[in-house]
């Protein structure tokens, strides 16, 4: 069964800091990788999208990288700023089916 | 559309009571998610269409719990004789196609209160 855990649950840092967000899956038989941000009260807005045969996606100050083999992946977040304050999550599309299984998020703050 | 679209926004019911939860997903996609977020928890699968059909039900926690899609667009989630358990935001999302390469593309959600 698919697990997806994201470490750390929360996070608060100084406007400006560069950071990594991680999540970790325990099957690596996955279609692809999603990195989601939530803003309280809202939906879902898909932030990068890394598929099984890829290593890593980029756009703007994000960059998430994709390591099947060992089930991680990662959210860098350069030169944070306070608009970047809102839940992260991670998901993953289970192999063989179309399923998508989330991790429980992690909370960001950024200080102005 | 321009983006999924889920109503009510806010559903408050007496428990015991039936509700009924839309969702119009984005203009030719073909696949439909519902997922439920309880309070301070994850997402949790309930059930996906492809047109249609639903090939996985897997998550539906209930048989007070079903879906429907006509038309291959619009889906209703429908909870029978609601339990306070059942509180929660109910979340669609749709996508292009089955396959595993496409974005899902979620609704702000229905925030269901069971009284």
């Known amino acids: 069964k698919q697990e997806v855990t994201q470490i750390p649950a929360a996070l608060s840092v100084p406007e400006g800091e560069n950071l990594v967000l991680n999540c970790s899956f325990t099957?690596?038989?996955?279609?692809?990788l999603q990195w989601f941000r939530q803003d309280p009260g809202k939906g879902l807005t898909s932030l990068l999208l890394i598929q099984s045969s890829q290593r890593e996606q980029t756009s703007g100050r994000l960059n998430a990288s994709l390591d099947k083999s060992s089930g991680r992946s990662t959210l860098y977040i350069a030169a944070s700023q306070p608009g970047d304050s809102a839940t992260y999550l991670c998901a993953v599309r289970v192999g063989g089916g179309f399923k998508t299984i989330f991790g429980a998020g992690t909370r960001l703050f950024v200080k102005a | 559309g321009a983006g999924v679209s889920q109503s009510p926004s806010n559903k408050v019911t007496e428990k015991g009571k039936d509700v009924e939860l839309r969702c119009d997903p984005i203009?030719?996609?073909?696949?439909l998610y519902w997922y439920r977020q309880s309070l301070g928890q994850g997402l949790e699968f309930l059930i996906y269409f492809q047109g249609n059909s639903a090939p996985d039900k897997s998550g539906l926690p209930s048989d007070r719990f079903s879906a429907e899609r006509t038309g291959g667009s619009v889906s209703t989630l429908t909870i029978q004789r609601t339990q306070q358990e059942d509180s929660a935001v109910y979340l669609c999302a749709s996508s292009l196609a089955p396959g595993g390469g496409e974005k899902l593309f979620f609704g702000s959600g229905t925030q269901l209160s069971v009284l």
């Open positions: 099957d690596s038989a996955i279609y692809n």
């Open positions: 203009s030719g996609h073909t696949a």
